[in-house]
Each structure stands twice: as structure tokens, then as C-alpha cells.
């Protein structure tokens, strides 16, 4: 039976609350906003930074309103002088033993810290400058960089890294002063099981945690003459980099992305939604191989590079289960390096590929030492040696980064008419935008697999039930006859639950498709903070809008694919494919 309502006063008016909220939430439910640090919907709660303090009649204390109840007949203030006092002083705690380098900090525009800070008036801190420990930056990773000086103990990134990815790569460690979030016997987070998600950045209220940031190299690389820079731009970035330009959630800016890079100076601007297309031929006959020939299923997708790395962790009995395909990004740096070099005679040397991925991850896949098949191509016809050594993706910028770079050149972003991608790697069907969402890599790989197998048009191509936010989705697809049982997982926490029967042999699934970040790549660890809680389902319809818009959406009808197979590849899963498109998997350290 439903609990009725609760009455209560907040701040001398009378409300009808839900009951089973925390105050907190009780008044943000009925539009009273109450100052925090450490709270995040849905997460374990710290009630770590007591700056959402209120007073409760008849309660001596004020009480930290994210984790107490609310209670029929209670009477809340939210904004006493009592209140006000309390918050500005354990702010003003905080901010004693804070570095205060706000002009330099990566976060300076999107930190809450500082934002609380001036939102509260806090215009002077009284107390002296705490002597904290000075911890070292972390800066193994390739992909994050950790001060532990900013962190602020909110607890925020513990959370997300143990209940939505179940990776538990950090925690807390120390006491008083020297207390700091770390990882395992404080090493660094490179030789650590973090998977790159970047989902504790994203959440994280300061510039304790932040990307490695490669602007400068891809600045270097775009005012050397003597280099030939192209881009490739991950289906996710077109939905959300809009955010970055104070355009609504969801804001669709492909084609103004598209003309931002080419005034930047890249020599070509490409799309990796051309490579997602090739990724669907590759998977789709690895499939349509592995169910003909009894190989090993269910297949797992491999797009995702944190779930890679995860699995490598985690899960190193699957690995046979995975795809061997790369993932788009890189297969697009080998194509670059490799067939378009050849196709217009440039020497492959000279080729800077810079990758924009909404996706943390990306930067280490694109460091894995086995990324060099370009140069493992070209080695022997241009006598290359060791020391000549190139990767087939160069650069990795979030789409942070990326908007960074356009505000730094002056580029007015949201009045640019917008211009088309370059031929032929930026030409693309429809299959390949729904990457950029959950359940679309699966969706883009059925509409192709359907039409192998049957020889015949598929009437309808949206799979209603692969769509949405939520953790797990299933669906049975008819090929003829053929009942293939898919499944969709996006966090790692809801990945291990599918995971636990394939090590099992039990899974009833053919094809499992794995996304790191909730959502897919539209939640990535790059993607843009958000204020607004509504982004990721905006980002989702924008990309489901985008597919319908495009004149051809399936992959196979990609006519510079089905030309790259012509002139150079031959056929999927062939020999040069083999080379330049699949890769491996190893077992890594174990958990600790
Ligand atoms: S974390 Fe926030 S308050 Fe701290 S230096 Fe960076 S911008 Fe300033
Ligand atoms: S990047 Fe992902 S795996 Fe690594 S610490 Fe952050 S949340 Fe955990
Ligand atoms: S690193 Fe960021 S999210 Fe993690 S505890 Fe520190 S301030 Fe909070």
C-alpha cells in the first residue's frame, strides 16, 4: 500500500511531501535549493562537506539535510542566519586548505567549489591557511591526471567507481591531515585497475580529478607545415559539444562542428562514423562466422575501450567472447595511415591523426603498444626502423578539449553556418550515429547481420526495445527463422551481471553488446559537465534524429566503405583486414 503524504513547513510555508526523502531532496522536490558538495543523486551519501546544513525545530544541532529523514509535521529552515553561518564557516574550512589556483585550474569555469564559494559570498577566508599535506600529482595515467591538493574528500568519485562501474580502483586512505583518496598501496593509477571511464571526473565537484590534456601537441602538430593533420570526430561529440557553447542539451551541431575543425587548420575533416560503418561490416560478418562455423558466442562487442580493459581485469576467461574487431577510433587511424595515404599519395609520416571521442578511455586505447599497424604495414616498402615507430592515432581530445581549442582560436561556435565532412572518410549512414547511444551498436550491427543473412531489405529498422537508458535491455531477433537473443549493458556494474554467465557457459545470448559509461558514449567520461540532469536523454533523441535524417542507415550501404573494400581491402574479415582492423586481448593483474 502507498504511504501517504507527509505534512511539513519549510521555511514557514506548508508542503505535501513523498515520504521516505531526506530533507535534502524533499526541498529540491518541491524547487528549494540547498547548497552541496559531496551529495549526488542516487549515490551512496558521504555527508562528507556539512555544507547543506538546516535547522529543524525542536532539533538542538543543525542537521545535515542530505541524510536525514524527513519526518511528518517537521519544520525545516533552510536559510536562517544560524544556517547561513554554519555553511560559510565549514565552506570557508574547506577553502583554508584549498590550493585557490583558479585561474590555472582545468576546472575554473565548471567547478562547483568555486562556484559555491562565490554563490555564498565567501569574498575573504578568515582562518589561516592549514597546513595540509602536500600530496603528489598523479600523473601515470594517460588518460587522467589526480591532485589529490584539490580533492575536498566529497567522496563523489569512490562512489561512482564502486557502484556504477564495480571497478573499486579507489578509496580512501590516511587519517586527519594526511587523508587523501587513493588507489591500492598508492600506486599510481596506471598500474592500477582503473579502466579510464573518466566517470569519477565527471562527477567530481573540483580540479582534483581531470583529463590529460593533449591541446597543446595537437596546436604543435596543426602549425607544422611540414605535417598532414587530419580529425575524426566520434558520433556521441555532435550531441553534446553544443553544451560547451551555451546551446541546450541535445543541441545538434554536426555541421558546425565540422566547419569549427576546418578553421582550426586541420588539412582534412573527417568522421569516425565512417570507421563505425566498417566496424559494422567487420562485426557483422564476425558474427554471421562465428554462429555458421559454431565459434565461440555469445559475441561481445569491443567499440568500448574502459569495458576492454575491465574485461582484461576482471574477466580474463571471456576474452575469447570479445570481438576481435577494433574499435572505430582505431580503426580509422589505421585506415588513414594506410589506404588514404596510398589513395593520395602522402607519406603515411607525415599523417597526424587527432581523434575527438567523448571518451577518456580513448586515450589509452589509442597508447596500447599493439596500435601500430600502419607502421607494421608501411615497414618494410619504406624501410622503416624502430626508432620511426608511429601509432595509427596520434592524439585523443575529449570533446572538452576540442571546445577549448575553439574558444581559444575565437571561433563563434554557435553562429557558424556549418559545412560537410571531407570525402571519402567522412561519409557515413545512419547505422553509424546510433554508436553514440546505448544499445546502438547493436541495433547498427542487426540491420546489417539481417540483410547478410536474408538476402532481403529490412522493413523496419529501429529496435524499440534496444533503445533507453536503462541498465540492461534484451530483445530475440527473427533472421528467418533464426532467433538471435541479444542483450545490451551500459556501466560496468550492469555489464558484471551479464558477465557472471558467460564465464559460466550459461548465457542465452548470441550477441552481447557492452558500453562502459551509463547511457553509452553520449554519458562518456569527455563529454561536457552537465548542469542540466536531462542531458543524457537529450543527447539520446538528438543522435536517434541524426539516424533518421541520414539518406542511407545501414552500414553496408556506405558507399566509401563498400569503396575502401573494392580498392584495397578486399572483403571483410580478409587479409588486410586481419592486419589493419582486428587486434587481441590479454590478461592483466588481478584485482587486489
Ligand atoms: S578546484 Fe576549483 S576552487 Fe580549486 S583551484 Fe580549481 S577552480 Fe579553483
Ligand atoms: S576512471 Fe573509472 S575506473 Fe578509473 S578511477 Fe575513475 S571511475 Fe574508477
Ligand atoms: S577527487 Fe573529486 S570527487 Fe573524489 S573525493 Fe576528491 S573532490 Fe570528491
Not at 314 to 329: A, E
Amino acid at each position: 500500500m502507498k504511504e501517504s503524504k507527509l505534512s511539513v513547513k519549510i521555511d514557514g510555508k506548508s508542503y505535501q511531501v513523498e515520504p521516505g526523502l531526506a530533507i535534502l531532496d524533499a526541498c529540491r522536490n518541491v524547487g528549494i535549493d540547498i547548497p552541496t558538495l559531496c551529495y549526488l543523486k542516487g549515490l551512496s551519501k558521504e555527508a562528507a562537506c556539512s555544507i547543506c546544513l538546516v535547522e529543524v525545530t525542536g532539533a538542538k544541532a543543525l542537521m545535515r539535510s542530505c541524510v536525514t529523514p524527513i519526518n511528518n509535521g517537521m519544520e525545516i529552515y533552510t536559510n536562517t542566519e544560524r544556517v547561513r553561518n554554519a555553511r560559510r564557516i565549514n565552506l570557508e574550512l574547506l577553502l583554508a586548505g584549498h590550493p585557490k589556483e583558479c585561474l590555472s585550474c582545468d576546472r575554473s569555469e565548471t567547478c562547483e567549489l568555486r562556484k559555491i564559494a562565490f554563490d555564498m559570498g565567501i569574498r575573504e577566508v578568515r582562518f589561516p591557511k592549514t597546513s595540509k599535506t602536500e600530496f603528489p600529482i598523479d600523473k601515470t595515467s594517460v588518460s587522467i591526471i589526480r591532485d589529490p591538493n584539490k580533492c575536498i574528500l566529497c567522496g563523489r568519485c569512490v562512489s561512482v567507481c564502486s557502484s556504477i562501474q564495480s571497478v573499486q580502483a579507489i578509496d580512501f586512505s590516511g587519517r586527519g591531515k594526511a587523508s587523501k583518496v587513493t588507489t591500492f598501496f598508492d600506486q599510481g593509477l596506471a598500474s592500477s585497475v582503473c579502466v579510464n571511464c573518466g566517470q569519477c571526473l565527471l562527477v567530481c565537484p573540483t580540479g582534483a580529478l581531470t583529463e590529460q590534456n593533449e591541446t597543446e601537441e595537437v596546436w604543435k602538430a596543426l602549425f607544422d607545415p611540414d605535417k598532414f593533420v587530419v580529425v575524426e570526430v566520434a558520433p556521441a561529440v555532435r550531441a553534446a559539444i553544443g553544451e560547451e557553447f551555451a546551446m541546450p542539451a541535445g543541441s545538434l551541431v554536426t555541421a558546425k562542428l565540422a566547419q569549427a575543425l576546418r578553421k582550426l587548420g586541420f588539412s582534412k575533416v573527417f568522421d569516425t562514423q565512417f570507421s563505425a560503418d566498417l566496424t559494422i561490416m567487420e562485426e557483422g560478418y564476425e558474427l554471421i562466422s562465428r554462429i555458421k562455423n559454431k565459434g565461440v558466442l555469445p559475441m561481445i562487442t569491443s567499440c568500448s575501450p574502459g569495458w576492454i580493459k575491465f574485461a582484461e581485469h576482471f574477466f580474463p576467461g571471456i576474452l575469447p567472447h570479445i570481438s576481435t574487431c577494433k574499435s572505430p577510433q582505431q580503426m580509422f587511424g589505421a585506415i588513414a595511415k594506410t589506404y588514404y595515404a596510398k589513395k593520395y599519395n602522402i607519406d603515411p609520416r607525415k599523417i597526424i591523426v587527432v581523434s575527438i571521442m567523448p571518451c577518456t578511455a580513448k586515450k589509452f586505447e589509442a597508447k596500447r603498444p599493439e596500435m601500430k599497424d600502419a607502421f607494421k604495414y608501411w615497414q618494410k616498402d619504406l624501410n622503416l626502423k624502430k626508432e620511426d615507430e608511429f601509432y595509427d592515432v596520434d592524439y585523443v581530445l575529449t570533446t572538452r578539449e576540442a571546445a577549448r581549442m575553439i574558444r581559444e582560436a575565437g571561433i563563434n561556435f554557435s553562429n557558424l553556418n556549418g559545412e560537410d565532412f571531407d570525402e571519402p572518410l567522412g561519409i557515413s549512414t545512419g547505422a553509424a550515429v546510433i554508436f553514440g547511444a546505448t544499445g546502438g551498436v547493436m541495433e547498427a550491427a542487426i540491420r546489417t547481420v539481417h540483410e547478410v543473412l536474408t538476402g532481403k531489405e529490412l522493413e523496419k529498422l529501429e529496435f524499440n526495445a534496444l533503445r533507453g537508458l536503462d541498465g540492461i535491455k534484451v530483445c530475440e531477433v527473427d533472421i528467418q527463422g533464426l532467433k538471435l537473443k541479444v542483450a545490451v549493458a551500459n556501466g560496468l556494474s550492469n555489464a558484471r551481471k551479464l558477465l557472471k554467465d558467460v564465464g559460466d557457459n550459461k548465457s542465452p545470448y548470441a550477441f552481447i553488446e557492452i558500453m562502459t559509461c551509463p547511457g553509452g558514449c553520449l554519458g562518456g567520461g569527455g563529454q561536457p559537465f552537465s548542469a542540466d540532469g536531462e542531458a543524457k536523454p537529450k543527447r539520446m533523441e538528438t543522435i536517434y534524429q541524426e539516424d533518421r535524417n541520414k539518406p542511407l542507415r545501414k552500414s553496408h550501404q556506405n558507399p566509401a566503405v563498400n569503396a575502401l573494400y573494392k580498392e584495397f581491402l578486399d572483403k571483410p574479415l580478409g587479409e588486410k583486414s586481419h592486419h589493419l582492423l582486428h587486434t587481441h586481448y590479454s590478461r592483466r593483474q588481478e584485482p587486489l
